[in-house]
């Protein structure tokens, strides 16, 4: 498995902007497909985006189309997600995840191996 350390979360207020970035270490960087995930309080956690091992492919959800962007640097074994116009339901707890690539859907959560211990973003109205 590969270990991953989430940074960057903050308190931004609506409409701002941060980066999230994601640290991997153990394994070969390039062998896993990335993915960000969030939680809210009182919810489920929820995907909102993914990154091919390559970084060619990209998802995102419907939530964040169009604000979000996921990349990833594999000389530097980080992904980042970059997170425009911020609102408050972008509040949440968010998770990086590792899954070797081309297995599983990279939407899903449970296709995972590996998380890490998250980053809190709060976005004030």
């Known amino acids: 498995q590969v270990q991953l350390l989430e940074s960057g979360g903050g308190l931004v207020q609506a409409g701002g902007s941060l980066r999230l970035s994601c640290a991997a270490s153990?394994?070969?960087?390039?062998?896993?497909?990335m993915g960000w995930f969030r939680q809210a309080p009182g919810k489920e956690r929820e995907f909102v985006a993914a990154v091919g091992w390559r970084g060619v492919t990209a998802d995102y959800a419907d939530s964040v189309q169009g604000r979000f962007t996921i990349s990833r640097d594999n000389a530097k074994n980080t992904v980042y997600l970059q997170m425009k116009s911020l609102n408050p339901e972008d509040t949440a707890v968010y998770y990086c995840?590792?899954?070797?690539?081309?297995?599983?859907?990279?939407?899903?959560?449970?296709?995972?191996?590996?998380w890490g211990q998250g980053t809190r973003v709060t976005v004030s109205s």
């Open positions: 995840a590792a899954k070797r690539f081309l297995r599983g859907n990279p939407l899903r959560a449970s296709d995972y191996d590996s």
């Open positions: 153990g394994r070969l960087f390039s062998d896993y497909d």
